[in-house]
């Protein structure tokens, strides 16, 4: 507790009056979080629903178990990636039949980077000028959208012309490269919200900007969808990618989502030409031909159980609004901000304290907070052992994630005590929390 109890009083009366003004409170009996936990994390991985679980058992025991093959017709399994998709489209701002559900980010990033260098080269051939080498990237992306360019790059480039180049720049050199390089540039590759420190591109902006330069943009909505207002249609988007185990609540694993704009797709022209994605699959071919809609995306045999599990988890979202998620996200992250600072305002100052590594305001990030201490890895462990699930980002980062559906402010009062009081009592340099050697 705050050596001053009127502050303790003052937070919690405070706390108390924020749940009984949130709309959204009441979604947090949806979900089965554990006893005792104060769960900050659901920024990487989203809790377990009842509705999820019902979802589970019921397409394991009756679909599966009972109905066995037929449930790709009696369950209408065949259609999951589109139905998926067509839910994640209305949180994200796409018109119907431009998302699909499959695969994983990285590998949908293979898929529509390739698709979008062979629409750039025939751009480029229409026009006769000299294709376009360059993806540009953000150097802080996360780094398996930096990997799959680089893979991508290996392959291309075996031949003796370099055909994609990576070029990674300081996020805030974004504008100015587009202008010098714009040229050269055939991809520009984002992560809307940084996994890191929160920060968010300007989706709009960046993409008109790119267009006027002749860049095809792809934006990674990792960090965004289900929590940050989009509308990838209306800004024009060209593609994206993005994944459903954070903010969709979808589980450990489920499989991401890919966009491609309405009128990108007749042209359209993906690697990764598995049965699923041919226009007549069931009429097993020998030549591919690729279906016309977004189901060209597809590759092989999407993963049901879990596309299911996902499926349920969407319809939570059915009646709630993304603009009031992000209200109350961006409540909850000004909220736990205000008590960490003002808790330890009321106490002498700490000779190793807690550094914002992330913008002061919490409207200006994605729906998390980020602190910066040498031992922020220990920190998270000394947390987590006192039901305070956060998590840790190399070299030296506490990331802290604000989940809208099952959080409540006192929530954060309660993990704004402990945390304060972990790095003031310096309970983390106990030996078991400064070992290395967990995922987090
Ligand atoms: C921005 C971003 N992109 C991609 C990924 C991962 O992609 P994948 O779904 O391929 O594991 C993550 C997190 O794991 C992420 O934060
Ligand atoms: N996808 C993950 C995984 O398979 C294991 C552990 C963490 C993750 C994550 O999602 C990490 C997350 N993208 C991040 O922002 O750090």
Redesign the pocket.
Known sequence: MPSNHKLAADLLAKAKKLNQEDPLASFKSEFLLPQNVIYVDGN?LGPLSKAAKNRAVEVVEQQWGNSLISSWNVHDWINLPTTVGNKIAKLIGAAPNTVICC???????FKLLSAALLLSAKQAADDKTDARTLILSQKD??P??LYMVQGLGQLLNSGTQTKLELMSVDSKDITRSIEEHGHRIAVLML?H???RNGDIHDLQALTELAHAKGILVLW????SAGVLPLALEECEVDFA???T??YLNGGPGAP?FAYVAERLLPDLQQPLSGWLGHKKPFDFEHDYEKAAGIEQLLCGTPSIISMSVLDAALDMFETISVSDLRAKSIALNDFFQSCVEQINASYSPSDSPLVLACNEQAQMRGSQISYKHPHAYAICQALISEGVISDFRSPDILRIGFSPLFLHFTDMLNAALILTSIVRTKRYTQPQFLIKNKVT
């Open positions: 990487s695969d994983s980010i990285s590998v949908n990033l992306n996360f398996t959208d992560t919200v940084n996994f990674d909505l990792a960090h990618v993005g994944c185990y954070k991401g």
